[in-house]
C-alpha cells in the first residue's frame, strides 16, 4: 500500500537549518505534485510548499518564501524541504502530502527554540 515517511525533524535554535525528507512507496511517486504542510499546535494545517512532477516549478507560502526550498529525487521517490533561518513560528509537526490520491505521511516535528 502506499506509503509517505517522513524524518529530518528535531530540535534547532532560532536562526538554525533543517532539512527534512520525505520517502514514497507502492504508488507512482514521478506522476504527482507533492506538498510540504504543517500543522502548529491549536492550529489548522497549512500548506508550506508545493513541487511539481518533475520539479521544476514550485510555490510557497508567504510566511517561508525565501527560507524554504522544496525539492525532489524522482530517482529516490523522495521529497525534500531544506529550512534556513528557522523562528520559533516555524514550531509545527510537518508532513508530507501526495497531491493526487490523499496519501500523508505520518509527521516529524520541528521545534524551534533556544
Known sequence: QAQLVESGGGLVQPGGSLRLSCTASGFNF??????????????ERDLVATV????????????????????????KNTVYLQMIDLQPEDTAVYYCKCEGPDYWGQGTQVIVSS
Open 30 to 43: 514521478w506522476a504527482y505534485s507533492m506538498s510540504w504542510y504543517r500543522q502548529a499546535p491549536g492550529k
Open 52 to 75: 511539481s512532477l518533475a520539479g521544476g516549478v514550485t510555490d510557497y507560502s508567504e510566511s517561508v518564501k525565501g527560507r524554504f526550498t522544496i525539492s525532489r529525487d524522482n530517482d
